[in-house]
């Protein structure tokens, strides 16, 4: 149970982000959902690479064997993640300011002028 | 915006400078590299444009100066790249200087990569505060 | 010819010209230029690339010279591959990015910040080759991302209400599409320990592991990618998003993002990667006969042009979904060639909506009327797109949805065939209904003075139409052997090549 406990905790973060899309209706709230459950994919990935009594991946003095070392590829991963993830969450906010421009409102009940 | 944070931002805008330029130059030795010293630069300038005001920010460093800067980054970034292709393989590490590990000079391409990508990301990063700010607060006050 | 040196060109020129154009986008007239000559160039080498690839072939390129570790034999750099898949998609892709170059340079004159357009624009064109040409798995989902972005902003490039709408809408659905994609190569990456696709395949199949990771992995990959692709259930975002989008952009997201994205990735996964089974080919036909019901009928209640045109979007999608998920070799042969006759007449429709909205300021088929009269080549070239679409011969799309039909029959899903036939009338009775109220009938007086579009906008329509014409002699031998029989016999080969 104690391995596995970081992982449930990572999906709870997860449905957390998807719920907060799903049924708020505050535009700013959608765009942090979507971040939480950003987060928590990287999370994830992070959780992927560990290994257990590893240690960190770089060569010094007091380095052990390589096979001992936790994984760098997802590092690599995440840090490409995280940047993709920011350009998203800076473009949707710039939307969400001149949709309050246009609309007066980030209530997305009220923005319903396509339909049909 | 007060005199405190005016004299602590006059105080503190070189040193924040400094410290993202060493996390870029020092990117193949300590964690940290292009993107992060970016955003540290890029935080500088934020930091300016905060306490003292778009028209004196815009003095010193302009919406129109970062689109360059971002663009000359991007293409430094891709004819490191290409000119790799001449040399070996696309990507290719091709400055074979002989440095040692742990040194400064070392490590081929990869220091003038994390320079191309501080252009870049601290540009852009700076340029996306400006598209955010730039609309302005349609029922508060004016702010500078 | 091309060597694997050239590779990654494909990705590095439109990029190159995306920059420039963001540097140098005060001098008039250079955005265009640097448009439409980067695309001519990627088009001018995915043609290469098609003439010079032996069959069988496939191309491999080790970007940063990291070859496979010597003692393993496991690939750990970023690997670029050539195929005839691949090939295959560059064309079509390269060919509709040079066509709406060439269109937009008229076309987005009467928006501001034209230069932003190009550089977004070739940034899209950038990630599209880069999906296609990447053989790594995160490298994948880089350029879908970079791909996914660039559309975004393009769809809100008129910043008028509904685009803005619109583009938020496609932002956070793509978004979760992405999250799950990243959510599935993050499990592969868990269980087989490599990112290279070719790797990848081969150690599924040596090691037969958990069936219900890989079956998860697998629903994943179909949520994420079918939501790029507007697959039903997925499709909510494409009938706001297309139709707001500039014409050009329209032209583009449903011409090729849509399928560079959605099917040629999850194609790519499921074939080559995964490789199919009963399960699977039913999963994909199911969703392929559901979309392709749901789009159509869908559409005959609308009344805005390019929303009606965005429905049959997600209907033809279900065709090639439904032709390729079929898995013989007659199904995959006309999955693909409708992908290809896809592209260019809803490109051409989707440029000719604009055309109309261009001359005439509106797309509501209850105003308009009689413009065959003023706009000959537009209403020429919707009539050939329709006829295309609608499955009537001699043009492309009779061909591809022939063989979806027979490949149907050959299998013994007469219910698949028969829906397939039904669908294709309801299309017919659609394109009716945009030729009668858009074109023919009486020309109103509010377009008494309206006149044909200008020079490059036509030339643009004039050589889609005629692709749409002569689609049908990519059956003949020479060219089927080379072009669509080398995409359809790389499906065909499954994995651990």
């Given at each position: 149970m104690n391995e596995t406990m970081p992982y449930i905790l990572c999906m709870i973060l997860f449905c957390i982000g998807i719920y907060a899309m799903l049924a708020k209706r505050n535009l700013i709230r959608i765009i942090i959902g979507l971040s939480i459950a950003e987060y928590a994919v990287n999370l994830f990935l992070i959780l992927v690479a560990y290994k257990s009594g590893g240690q960190a991946p770089i060569f010094d003095d007091r380095a052990m064997p390589p096979t001992s070392m936790v994984d760098p590829l997802p590092h690599a991963l995440v840090l490409t993640s995280i940047v993709i993830g920011l350009a998203t969450t800076a473009f949707m906010i710039a939307l969400a300011i001149r949709l309050y421009g246009k609309y007066g409102t980030f209530d997305i009940t009220r923005m319903r002028e396509l339909r049909g | 915006m007060t005199l405190i944070v005016r004299t602590v931002t006059r105080l503190t805008i070189g040193l924040i400078l400094l410290y993202g330029l060493y996390i870029v130059l020092h990117g193949h030795l300590t964690p940290g590299?292009?993107?992060?010293?970016?955003?540290?630069?890029?935080?500088?300038?934020?930091n300016l444009t905060l306490a003292f005001g778009g028209k004196t920010s815009a003095g010193v460093f302009s919406g129109e100066s970062a689109h360059l800067v971002e663009a000359l980054g991007a293409i430094m970034f891709l004819a490191l790249a290409l000119l790799g292709l001449q040399w070996g393989g696309f990507f290719d590490n091709f400055i074979h200087a002989d440095g040692e590990p742990g040194m400064l000079v070392s490590a081929g391409i990869?220091?003038?990569?994390?320079?191309?990508?501080?252009?870049?990301?601290g540009a852009g990063i700076f340029s996306i505060f400006l598209a955010l700010i730039v609309v302005q607060n349609f029922e508060e006050g004016d702010r500078q | 010819m091309i060597s694997p040196g050239t590779i990654p060109l494909f990705v590095a020129v439109p990029l190159a010209g995306a920059f420039l154009t963001a540097l140098l986008r005060r001098v008039k007239g250079l955005p265009d230029a640097l448009g439409v000559m980067t695309t001519v160039g990627t088009f001018a080498m995915s043609i290469f690339a098609v003439l010079s690839l032996l069959p069988g072939q496939r191309m491999l390129l080790d970007i940063g010279s990291w070859g496979p570790l010597a003692d393993m034999g496991r690939i750990v750099g970023i690997q670029l591959?050539?195929?005839?898949l691949s090939t295959f998609m560059l064309v079509v892709v390269n060919f509709i990015a040079f066509v709406v170059a060439v269109y937009s340079i008229n076309y987005m004159a009467r928006f501001t910040s034209k230069e932003l357009f190009y550089t977004l624009f070739l940034l899209m064109v950038a990630g599209m080759n880069g999906v296609i040409i990447t053989g790594d798995l995160f490298n994948l989902f880089v350029f879908v991302e970079i791909a996914s972005l660039a559309s975004y902003a393009l769809v809100a490039f008129g910043t008028g209400k509904r685009e803005l709408?619109?583009?938020?809408k496609y932002a956070v659905m793509g978004g979760v599409g992405s999250l799950l994609v990243l959510l599935g190569i993050i499990l592969l990456y868990g269980n087989t320990g490599t990112l290279n696709m070719a790797d990848m395949s081969r150690w599924l199949a040596g090691h037969p592991g958990s069936e219900a990771l890989r079956?998860?992995?697998?629903?994943l990959f179909v949520a994420g990618f079918g939501l790029k692709a507007a697959l039903v259930p997925f499709h909510a975002w494409l009938p706001d998003a297309h139709p707001s989008a500039p014409a050009p952009i329209s032209a583009m997201l449903s011409g090729v993002l849509i399928k560079s994205l959605g099917v040629y990735a999850l194609c790519r996964l499921i074939f080559n990667v995964f490789g199919i089974t009963p399960q699977l080919?039913?999963?994909?036909?199911?969703l392929g006969a559901l979309s392709m019901s749901i789009g159509v009928v869908l559409a005959l209640r609308q009344w805005d042009m390019k929303?009606?045109?965005?429905?049959?979007?997600?209907?033809?999608?279900?065709?090639?979904?439904?032709?390729?998920?079929?898995?013989?070799?007659?199904?995959?042969?006309?999955?693909?060639?409708?992908?290809?006759?896809?592209?260019?007449?809803?490109?051409?429709?989707?440029?000719?909506?604009?055309?109309?909205?261009?001359?005439?300021g509106t797309r509501n088929l209850?105003?308009?009327?009689?413009?065959?009269?003023?706009?000959?080549?537009?209403?020429?070239?919707?009539?050939?797109?329709?006829?295309?679409?609608?499955?009537?011969?001699?043009?492309?799309?009779?061909?591809?949805?022939l063989i979806i039909i027979m490949a149907c029959v050959d299998r013994g899903l007469w219910f698949l065939a028969s829906v397939t036939v039904l669908v294709s009338i309801l299309t017919l009775a659609s394109f009716m209904k945009i030729m009668r109220y858009g074109f023919l009938g009486m020309l109103k007086d509010a377009f008494a003075k309206v006149s044909e579009v200008p020079a490059f906008m036509r030339i643009a329509l004039v050589v889609l139409a005629l692709v749409c014409i002569l689609g049908g002699l990519l059956l003949l031998p020479p060219f089927k052997d080379g072009f669509l029989g080398q995409a359809v016999s790389v499906l065909l080969a499954g994995r651990g090549v």
């Open positions: - | 590299g292009g993107f992060a010293g970016g955003v540290i630069v890029a935080l500088s300038f934020i990869i220091p003038l990569a994390n320079i191309a990508i501080l252009l870049k990301v | 591959a050539l195929d005839g709408e619109a583009a938020f079956n998860l992995v697998i629903g080919s039913s999963l994909l036909m199911t929303r009606l045109l965005a429905y049959h979007s997600i209907s033809q999608i279900g065709y090639i979904i439904l032709g390729i998920g079929i898995g013989t070799p007659l199904g995959i042969l006309g999955g693909l060639f409708h992908l290809f006759n896809h592209s260019i007449f809803k490109s051409l429709l989707f440029l000719d909506a604009g055309a109309v909205e261009y001359s005439a209850k105003e308009l009327g009689g413009l065959s009269r003023r706009m000959p080549v537009t209403s020429w070239t919707t009539l050939s797109a329709s006829m295309s679409i609608a499955g009537v011969p001699p043009f492309s799309g009779f061909w591809s949805k």
